[in-house]
């Protein structure tokens, strides 16, 4: 078998190779059958894994739901009303089990799914390391203060993703997540009628800006959707980065990129990524395979749940 050092033990290829030898299989089976049908699910289940890692490592513990002392981080502000996929999880995992019982963990499920996602709609593929076990606690605190807003200015989105063990190649990288999925009008909001936004767009931009505005008034339809990325909203490309050469990505948290950067080295790293398509692809890979080894539970820590929503009783 090959090896992965983690921040704790070890991650391993081929992890189900006797226990679940069709695990891959049934995932991508699953996954393709739900994006076929709707397109956006991708995004969905990429993004669950984003917010499943950046809460108290990729455990699981973004699909428990409340129960006993148990507060779910579904509730939490970064996730309540945005965070999707569960149920599709939910069906996963019913036909994992079917196979092979008591065996595969929700976590890794979670990190196999984001994969699939990404491949089906046109991004690259990596290997994925296995052998996650499911967490037995949430934290509602930590989903609240640790999962990235749309707010956020470069230098707390670099502290943020600094806390996790991730550099600024991993946040340019990572953030390329954003070229598929949509998000709210109280998402972006600020990003329209910021001042400083304002007179950018009113000078080079101004349909661009008009259109936001039209969907994203300054009060009300908060919960009206809007692609990320409005050229390939539902293809994994790197358009998301041409938008940002152009001064148009939809978070304030995605212009910061470039707007922020003082030292211009992330800058250049955006421009890279929006002329070579397959220097982000190589990228974006090494910083999912980082990203997911984020505090895993291996070896006696924590547990295969049965149903992912809940402990094993």
């Known amino acids: 078998m090959n090896y992965i050092e983690t921040s704790s033990q ?135 203060n640790f999962i990235p807003t749309p707010n956020l200015s470069l230098d707390d989105l670099i502290a943020n993703f600094k806390q996790q063990g991730l550099d600024t190649k991993d946040l340019v990288a990572l953030s390329g997540s954003h070229t598929m999925g949509v998000a709210r009008c109280v998402s972006f909001r600020q990003r329209i009628y910021d001042a400083g936004f304002q007179e950018n767009i009113y000078e080079r931009f101004s349909t661009f800006q008009e259109t936001l505005s039209s969907i994203c008034p300054r009060s009300g339809n908060d919960n009206v959707l809007t692609p990320l990325d409005y050229s390939t909203p539902t293809f994994f490309d790197n358009h998301y980065y041409e938008n940002l050469a152009e001064s148009k990505g939809l978070l304030h948290s995605d212009n910061v990129l470039v707007l922020e950067d003082e030292s211009g080295e992330i800058q250049q790293r955006v421009w890279a990524y929006a002329s070579n398509r397959e220097f982000f692809f190589d990228s974006f890979t090494s910083s999912m395979i980082k990203m997911g080894n984020i505090n895993v539970l291996t070896g006696e820590k924590g547990e295969i749940r049965k149903n992912c929503r809940f402990v094993n009783a």
């Open 10 to 144: 070890n991650l391993v290829l081929d992890y189900y190779k006797e226990s679940c030898p069709l695990l891959e299989e049934i995932v991508r089976y699953v996954v393709k059958t739900k994006v076929l049908r709707e397109p956006r699910v991708a995004a969905q289940l990429l993004r669950l894994h984003f917010h499943d890692c950046f809460v108290q490592g990729c455990d699981g513990s973004v699909l428990l739901d409340s129960n006993g002392g148990i507060v779910s981080e579904k509730g939490a502000k970064p996730n309540k009303n945005s965070l999707r996929g569960f149920e599709d999880i939910d069906d996963i995992k019913a036909a994992v089990e079917k196979a092979c019982p008591w065996t595969v963990s929700c976590a890794d499920i979670v990190a196999i799914a984001a994969r699939d996602s990404v491949v089906l709609r046109g991004g690259p593929s990596w290997e994925v390391w296995l052998g996650r076990k499911d967490s037995l606690t949430a934290s509602f605190d930590g989903a609240n």
